[in-house]
C-alpha cells in the first residue's frame, strides 16, 4: 500500500538532505517534508522551502495553516514543484503553532478544515492528506474523533496519519505530548473498522519491527518518528548493506558541497546510520568532529566508513 511504512515529518529534522539519506536505506518508504506554514511559503524563500532531490519519491510536503484560500495557493506551489501528496498537519500542539491558528488546536474546528481540504483538492489534483490526534485536552472520546474523521471524509480525504495520543494544548511541551498522554492504539484500528473505506495510518511510540507488523494487522501503515531518525536501519531494505548507502552519501555531499552546501548540514543526518553497531561510537564521533567537518570534504564519509567497517588501524587500536 501507498503508506505501508513512513516517516513523519520533523521539525529541524526532515529537511531535504535528511529525507534523500532516508530514500538510500528505503526505496518504498513514504517521506514526508517539515511542516511549511502558509506565510513561510507565500511569504518567504519557496526555493528554500519547495526544493527536493527528484530521488525522494514518493514524498509529501506537510502544510500548516487554517487559511483555505491561502492552503489552496500553496498547495499549487507545492503541486507544481511535484510533490505526492499535500498533508495538512492538524497534530502540533505547540504553543506557537497555536498562536497561528493551526496544528492541532484545529481540531476543535472541523468544519473550518474541511473547507481547507475542499479548497486543496478545488485547487490541485495532488492527493491530500490529514494529520491529526486522537483529541484535544479533556476532549477523550472515541466519538470526537469518529466524527472528525467523518467530516473530513465527507469533504474528500481518504488518507489520515493518526497519532494515537491526545493533544494538551496548554501545560505540556511538545517533547511531553510525545510521551505523557497515553497511547490508545486500539482506538485507531477501531478507526479502520468504521471507515474501511479510508487509508488509516498509525503514529506514535513505534521503534520496532515487531511493533511495526503488529500494528498493520489492523491498520493500512505506519509511521515512525524519532525511532528512524535515531534508527536509521530500521528502514533498510533487505540486501542492503550500510556501506552502500554511505558511498551514496558521499557521492550525494560531493555534488551538494559543490553547489555551496556545508558538508555538516547533509552529516548530522547520519550520525544513527550504525546505530547499534560494534563501532558506532566511532562513527558518530568522526561524522560530529567540527574540525573534519570545516574542510568541508566529503571524502570524510569514506574515512568514517573505513573505521565504522572495521577496515583501518584507527578502528583495530580502538
Known amino acids: 500500500m501507498r503508506h505501508r511504512l513512513c516517516v513523519a515529518p520533523m521539525m529541524d529534522w526532515t529537511d531535504r538532505h535528511c529525507r534523500y539519506f532516508l530514500r538510500q536505506v528505503s526505496p518504498q518508504a513514504f517521506l514526508y517534508t517539515e511542516m511549511i506554514t502558509t506565510g513561510a511559503l507565500l511569504h518567504g524563500d519557496r526555493e528554500r522551502h519547495l526544493a527536493f ?21 500553496c498547495a499549487q506551489l507545492a503541486a507544481a514543484r511535484g510533490y505526492d501528496e499535500i ?14 491558528a493551526f496544528g492541532a488546536c484545529l481540531m476543535a474546528e472541523p ?37 472528525f474523521v467523518g467530516t473530513l471524509a465527507d469533504a474528500g480525504c481518504t488518507t489520515f496519519i493518526v497519532h494515537a495520543r491526545n493533544a ?24 479502520k473498522r468504521d471507515f474501511p473505506q479510508l487509508e488509516i495510518v498509525l503514529n506514535g511510540g513505534i521503534a520496532s519491527w515487531p511493533e511495526i507488523e503488529s500494528h498493520l494487522a489492523h491498520v493500512d501503515g505506519v509511521m515512525l518518528g524519532r525511532a528512524a531518525y535515531h534508527d536509521p536501519w530500521l528502514l533498510a531494505s533487505p540486501g542492503l548493506q550500510r556501506a552502500d548507502v554511505v558511498r551514496a552519501m558521499y557521492r550525494y555531499a560531493e ?47 569514506l574515512e568514517a566508513l573505513e573505521v565504522a567497517e572495521g577496515r583501518c588501524q584507527a578502528a583495530r587500536a580502538a
Not at 53 to 73: D, F, Y
Not at 90 to 99: A, D, F, I, K, T
Not at 111 to 124: F, G, K, P, S
Open 168 to 191: 494538551i494544548l496548554k501545560g505540556l511541551s511538545p517533547k511531553e505530548n510525545r510521551e505523557v498522554p497515553p497511547l490508545r492504539y486500539e482506538r485507531v484500528y477501531r478507526l
Open 255 to 301: 555534488r551538494e558541497v559543490a553547489s555551496g552546501v556545508a558538508l555538516r548540514h547533509i552529516a548530522r543526518h547520519l550520525l544513527g546510520l550504525y546505530h547499534g553497531e560494534p563501532r558506532a561510537r566511532l562513527w558518530r564521533r568522526m561524522m560530529s568532529d567540527a574540525e573534519r567537518l570545516a574542510r568541508n570534504d566529503p571524502a570524510l564519509l
Open 53 to 73: 532531490n527528484a530521488a525522494e519519491h514518493p514524498v509529501a510536503v506537510q502544510l500548516g495553516g487554517s487559511e483555505p484560500a491561502e492552503l489552496a495557493a
Open 111 to 147: 468544519q473550518l478544515v474541511a473547507d481547507c481540504v475542499r479548497a486543496i483538492r478545488a485547487a490541485v489534483a495532488t492527493p491530500v492528506s490529514v494529520k491529526h490526534r486522537l483529541g484535544i485536552d479533556d476532549t477523550d472520546s472515541y466519538a470526537f474523533v469518529r466524527d
Open 87 to 100: 498533508n495538512l498537519n492538524l497534530g502540533c500542539p505547540s504553543e506557537r503553532v497555536q498562536r497561528g
